[in-house]
RNA sequence: AACCCCGUGGUGUAAUGGUAACACAACGGUUUUUGGUACCGUUAUUCAAGGUUCGAAUCCUUGCGGGGUUGCCA
């Protein structure tokens, strides 16, 4: 029993109902799917879907299970190719691999056009050509029944015939409609003879111009799902009481094998925005940049903002899978983006707002000591490297203050600090402008401090500095959080609540020599400062561009709000 | 409004009729050449009422609260 329970295993309420059905024999593995439609790019809602569905994929590895990928491209006048590429390098980036299960709904076109017309001839569907305003009104309310359509029970050649012809072409965007016949009194909306096939005159990404009607989201998934031999189909709660429609066609269908639908809800965190419709709004309204930028919740900005992908899914882990709509602090998700950058990232120094300052008991203009700096104090596999260290040096502005509050442990006139990975400096002298701001220090160091306490005296603070002469210069986009409240998709107007200082940019940053060899998709952490990656889209070995992924912690910051 | 689903610390999740727990957050402390990390500690939870039971977060009933649904979107 010891032995058994050394996995660490998730567990929730989906992955109770697939092992009752592995125990009980129902089936000898598990098939699940992502399907995405193409018609925007993947965001952190999808991310927990694929957690969920290839990670159970994953777990029952041992049993031969897989995770589909399906494009659910139904609708022509929506989708791209674009969005089909994208979807795919975000999954894989996730760290999740489809194998050669690749599958596109509108490869079934074929099929599901002659599953409509077994419906037809089992008297199960009908042409209807009611208008869709009235469609709607025939429908009923929440309240009031609906009732039937005229053309509800016309004869099956009748509606086959007129079917072909709208295969054909001979007809215009909604003249006419396939509707399943079910019960158009039923409580539920859902069975009140929906549509499953629409006329659409519309170029589709895939099949082109092969067709002109096109079967709805409900004729179809199922379908599909039972084609690809689907055990478990999970989805959103939104798709709750489209269940029972679901299993309608799986019941009444010729179809192979009988997937079942499970409900799981949405992720939605705190201070974003997650619906579809918006992000389109957030980048053709101009608020962002694009789709990638790293202020978008979309995988890909997350991504080029620096979010590891094993963050991503430990978030997803820690978020569950429940059937309880709630609202999720976006905490959870720094937490992990520190817990995994803390691990793996590099240190490195780095000044954002630099001041100068001039050692004036150093040795002589042209003496250089290597300073030994550790990249990784959590992991000594990740080595060291040296820092030179000569007269001159920047160090970062709020870390120094002439008239320091009691707790300020960092520089002041006369005051003693260490410079990191090296001497202690006290400052002796304030240079300022003809503005009154400060534009050098002169300091002196001790050097009997290098690797040693100063003796006698405490020095409460280290703080980061770069080599004057050696300096690199950087672009550093600092961003926070997109939004100022924590609920944006519950206002009248998300527009009124985006955070202005979501980015500031910084053109004057030095930066350690080191990093001159910085990699895109390698993660740093600039000291005392927060984690940081290569700009994927705007950085150049000539001009670099570094984003803030995340901010350090701060108690400091923190204690000063107060 | 009708139907469906869901209610466990501030937030998310666990406990599957048998001592209500974990993570995050908040707060306090120890360590520290990152005001970081690590470590230690504190605060705080079963929506309500009734019922079944030796025993209920769990099962039943009612109420209350939240979410979803009234596309020829998915």
């Not at 096109?214 to 799902?225: L, N």
């Not at 290098?450 to 280290?462: D, F, H, M, Q, T």
């Amino acid at each position: 029993m010891a032995e058994n329970s050394n996995i660490n295993e998730t567990s929730d309420f989906i992955r109770d109902i697939i092992r009752e059905d592995l125990d009980a024999g129902k089936h000898s593995t598990t098939v699940t799917r992502f399907p995405p439609e193409p018609n925007g790019y993947l965001h952190l809602g999808h991310a927990k879907s694929i957690c969920l569905n290839f990670g159970i994929a994953e777990e029952n590895a041992s049993t031969g299970s897989r995770c589909h990928l399906r494009f659910d491209d139904t609708n022509p006048t929506k989708e791209e190719t674009e969005y089909v590429d994208s979807i795919q390098e975000d999954i894989k980036w996730l760290g999740f691999d489809w194998g050669d299960y690749l599958y596109f709904a509108s490869d079934n076109f074929e099929q599901l056009y002659e599953w409509a017309v077994f419906l037809i001839n089992q008297g199960k569907a009908y042409v209807d050509e009611l208008t869709a305003d009235q469609i709607r009104e025939y429908r009923g309310t929440l309240t009031e029944p609906g009732k039937d359509s005229p053309f509800r029970d016309r004869p099956a050649e009748e509606s086959l015939e007129i079917f072909s012809k709208m295969r054909s072409g001979q007809f215009k965007n909604g003249e006419k409609v396939l509707r399943a016949k079910i019960d158009m009194a039923d409580p539920n909306i859902n069975l009140r003879d929906p549509v499953i096939y629409r006329i659409l005159h519309a170029e589709h990404h895939r099949t082109g111009t092969d067709w002109c009607i096109y079967p709805s989201y409900d004729f179809a998934h199922g379908q599909c799902d039972a084609i690809e031999a689907i055990t478990h189909s999970l989805c959103t709660l939104e798709f709750e009481q489209h269940r029972p429609l679901y299993d309608w066609f799986i019941d009444n269908l010729p179809v192979s094998h009988k997937p079942r639908q499970i409900e799981f809800s949405k992720l939605q965190p705190t201070f974003t925005l997650m619906s579809k419709r918006r992000l389109i709004q957030m980048v053709e309204e101009g608020h962002v940049d694009a789709w990638d930028d790293p202020r978008m919740s979309t995988i890909s900005g997350m991504r080029r903002r620096g979010y590891p992908p094993e963050a991503l899914r430990s978030f997803c882990k820690t978020v569950g899978v429940t059937k309880f709509t709630g609202i999720t602090d976006i905490a959870l998700l720094e937490h992990a983006i520190r817990e995994q950058l803390n691990r793996e990232a590099l240190r490195k120094m780095v000044v954002l707002d630099p001041i100068k300052v001039s050692i004036t008991n150093w040795p002589g203009e042209d003496h250089t000591e290597q300073m030994n700096a550790i990249n990784n104090p959590g992991d000594d596999s990740l080595g060291a490297r040296t820092i030179p260290l000569s007269s001159n040096v920047y160090i970062e502005r709020d870390d120094f203050m002439q008239d320091p509050p009691k707790k300020f442990y960092r520089l002041s006139p006369g005051s003693e600090v260490r410079l990191r990975y090296s001497y202690c400096i006290t400052c002796d002298e304030v240079i300022k402008d003809s503005a009154g701001v400060v534009i050098e220090l002169k300091c002196t160091y001790d050097p009997l401090t290098l690797g040693k306490n100063p003796e006698g005296r405490k020095v409460r603070a280290a703080i980061h500095w770069v080599p004057f002469n050696e300096a690199l210069s950087a672009e550093i986009r600092l961003y926070e959080r997109t939004f100022t409240v924590d609920e944006p998709g519950a206002e009248d107007d998300w527009r009124t609540v985006i955070n202005p200082d979501a980015l500031t940019v910084l053109k004057n940053s030095k930066l350690e020599p080191s990093l001159a060899e910085a990699i895109i998709g390698t993660s740093y952490q600039f000291e005392r400062k927060g984690y940081f990656c290569v700009d994927s889209k705007n950085s150049s070995k000539n001009s670099l561009v570094f984003n803030r992924t995340i901010a350090l912690r701060d108690s400091w910051a923190k204690m000063n709000k107060k």
